[in-house]
């Protein structure tokens, strides 16, 4: 869509235009509502002062894009948004030529621009990145890391911070205070263009103490930190009010260096039951327009829910029993516990590095840390699993929520490869359960074991019922059904999906919970070898280097030859969005679909 030629009210008309839209659409599909109607208008401002055909418009997480989509070639497909086989939620170039990079995970904006622009200069071409980051994002350490060559090196670049003083709950730490010192901000850039002017007629020795006093304001202000970083800082800008948006972006455009534009925006800007600072408008599922009530309520208790649950009543009889997330208190249920016991359970902001590097000295020093991180977001902090928890042998407990398909967040959100980058790691114990009473007991035993382990669980609810469950033991499986011929391997959720294959097997499969896929239940599986000649392995993780790899290692160390294993697992892609049943169904493994597989295999072997 070409808004260049638009009229001030023509572009105000587009943005109710837009936020319509977007509110239909995600009421129907679900999606993250109200970060991406709050950026609606700068994104507006931003296609208008920038030339999306050859400027790197580059979207940190890329959950607040929508109205870029709908600007850019997505209108009529945009009622397929997070659907299987329809758009995205995320910029993903592979979609649209206008989406510069791929995003879903915070903070690397600043760092693409920089790359960008060293691109750019190299070619000697006159385009300019723009980053488009959040206020919430600004806590992850990337961003300096990016900053710092930034501010030195000096490249053209427009960073727009778009501020709702919001992360996906409220905002955690020092940056974002400083981030919301406004109102000194706005006295500030009055009183800053007054001494400017009053500056250009002094004499020198007298601009000297006018500089120190000028300075001296700046310290209460958010610009402070990113001038003394060598970025020009512009604002705060009232991010709803286009036409000064523009004339901003312009300004910040001409001046050929990098620059911060700082921007204040209301969350959930346009439907008024979601304005605000409210954490559950962030990312919703279908909702009633006229009441914002969900159409669906789940009934059955998620896992997160146990866990959250479980871990509350762990403290209640422990004291030792500490936590962390990382900007994720309600996502990964840790909002329970930090409620109870505000000094114990931390929300650390979009920091996970930090939060995994943390918890090694509260082990250290007698404390039990829980460190709850989705899958996806584990990797971020994959050094520091390494280097300042395993290496140390230090007993932090890993409490991996989202593992396995996740569904409409997709490939960047997919849980897939926990198993495979924490099996690697010496030291580290890893474990799953896959109903109630197992996810208790892993826990129970995650608090006691005094060396790192992780525990992965599914998004929503677990495949199989709950049923009794005997007490963890290290490296221990548990038979749960003696077959004929077959044994399916489960592992977490893979144990549900095992016994609803079972279900439909024409025949009696031996079904084992393996528990532990480091260490493996060496015994255990020489035992089974024996008897069941055909293993199948069911588990929602990665295949290379994930529960098969574990065990052919296991046959291949033990010289067993006449086994034949096969595994459920993933294939060496990234996975697409979609509902989990129909991404699930795409790669073949619903339990229905693997049993015809099996009974298959089987009859033509006979
Ligand atoms: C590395 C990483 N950790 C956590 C998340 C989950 N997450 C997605 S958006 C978000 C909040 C971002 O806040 P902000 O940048 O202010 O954007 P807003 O939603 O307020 O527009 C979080 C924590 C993520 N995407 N990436
Ligand atoms: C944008 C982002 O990264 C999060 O908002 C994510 O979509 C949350 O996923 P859950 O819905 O699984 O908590
Ligand atoms: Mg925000």
Same mark, same amino acid.
């Not at 006691?448 to 992780?454: D, G, I, L, N, T």
């Given at each position: 869509?070409? &808004? ?62 929508? !109205? ?47 790359? #960008? ?35 030195? %090196?000096?490249?053209?670049?427009? /960073? ?42 002094? @004499? ?7 500089? %120190? ?32 948006? &523009? ?11 990098? $620059? /911060? ?38 009934? #059955? ?10 871990? $509350? ?7 030792? /029993? ?6 994720? @208190? ?48 584990? *990797? ?5 699993? &390494? ?17 396995? &398909? ?5 490939? +960047?959100? *997919? ?7 924490? %099996? ?27 060396? @790192?382990?992780?525990?992965?669980? @599914? ?41 609803? +294959? ?19 239940? +060496? *015994? ?17 993780? !990665? ?19 006449? /086994? ?30 693997? !049993? ?11």
């Amino acid at each position: 869509m070409n &808004i260049k030629e638009h009229s001030i009210e023509e572009l105000q008309k587009l943005a109710e235009e837009i936020r319509e839209k977007i509110l239909l659409t995600v009421s129907h599909n679900g999606g993250h509502l109200s970060s991406t109607m709050g950026a609606t208008d700068l994104i507006i401002a931003m296609h208008r002062v920038f030339d999306v055909t050859k400027d790197p418009f580059i979207f940190d997480v890329s959950h607040q894009a929508y !109205a870029h989509k709908l600007l850019t070639d997505r209108w009529d497909s945009f009622d397929t948004l997070r659907t299987f086989g329809g758009i995205s939620g995320y910029t993903k170039p592979k979609e649209s030529q206008y989406d510069y990079y791929v995003a879903g995970h915070s903070s690397t904006s600043i760092s693409l621009a920089v790359g #960008a622009a060293k691109a750019i200069a190299l070619k000697g071409e006159d385009r300019i990145p723009v980053a488009f980051i959040g206020d919430g994002s600004m806590s992850a350490g990337m961003v300096y890391e990016a900053l710092n060559e930034l501010g030195d %090196r000096k490249y053209p670049v427009v /960073i727009i911070l778009n501020d709702n003083e919001m992360s996906i709950a409220k905002p955690i730490g020092a940056i974002s205070k400083l981030l919301s010192q406004t109102m000194a901000g706005s006295f500030y850039q009055k009183f800053k263009q007054k001494v400017e002017k009053a500056l250009d007629h002094l @004499p020198e020795g007298a601009t000297y103490m006018a500089k %120190r006093f000028e300075e001296s304001f700046k310290l209460i202000t958010p610009g402070i930190m990113f001038e003394e970083m060598g970025i020009e800082y512009i604002g705060p800008v009232d991010g709803h009010n286009i036409e000064a948006l &523009i004339e901003t972006f312009e300004v910040a455009k001409k001046l050929k260096k990098p $620059v /911060i534009v700082h921007a204040q925006t209301t969350k959930g800007k346009g439907y008024e039951i979601a304005e605000g600072t409210k954490e559950h408008w962030h990312g919703v599922g279908a909702f009633d327009l006229e009441t914002g009530k969900a159409s669906k309520k789940s009934s #059955a208790k998620s896992a997160t829910q146990i866990y959250s649950e479980t871990l $509350v009543e762990m403290a209640d009889n422990d004291e030792k /029993i500490v936590g962390v997330t990382a900007a994720m @208190p309600s996502g990964t249920g840790l909002s329970a516990a930090m409620e109870k016991y505000p000094k114990r359970f931390w929300d650390v902001a979009i920091a996970e590095q930090h939060a995994v590097t943390s918890m090694g000295p509260l082990a250290k020093e007698g404390f039990k840390p829980f460190c709850t991180i989705y899958s996806t977001f584990l *990797q971020r902090g994959y050094d520091q699993v &390494i280097h300042d928890i395993c290496l140390m042998d230090l007993g932090v407990a890993f409490a991996i929520d989202r593992a396995g &398909i996740v569904g409409e967040d997709g490939e +960047t959100h *997919q849980g897939t490869f926990d198993v495979s980058y924490l %099996r690697a790691i010496p030291n580290m114990t890893l474990l799953a359960p896959y109903n109630e009473s197992s996810m208790k007991a892993a826990m129970a035993f995650a608090k006691e074991y005094e060396r @790192p382990c992780a525990f992965r669980y @599914p998004r929503g609810t677990f495949l199989a019922p709950d049923s009794s469950c005997e007490p963890y033991e290290l490296g221990k499986s548990v038979m749960l059904q003696e077959g004929d011929e077959l044994l399916f391997i489960g592992y977490g959720n893979g144990v549900g999906r095992a016994l609803l +294959t079972a279900e439909m097997m024409e025949e009696k499969a031996g079904i084992l919970d393996l528990r532990f896929v480091k260490p493996l239940d +060496t *015994q255990m599986l020489s035992a089974l070898s024996s008897k069941y000649k055909k293993w199948y392995v069911f588990s929602d993780s !990665a295949a290379k280097g994930g529960v098969g790899s574990a065990l052919l290692e296991f046959l291949s160390q033990e010289n067993i030859s006449d /086994i034949s294993l096969t595994t459920f697992e993933y294939d060496d892609a990234f996975i697409t969005h979609g509902s989990t049943k129909l991404v699930e169904e795409s790669l073949g493994l619903l339990p229905e679909q693997l !049993a015809a597989r099996i009974n298959q295999d089987l009859r033509t072997d006979r």
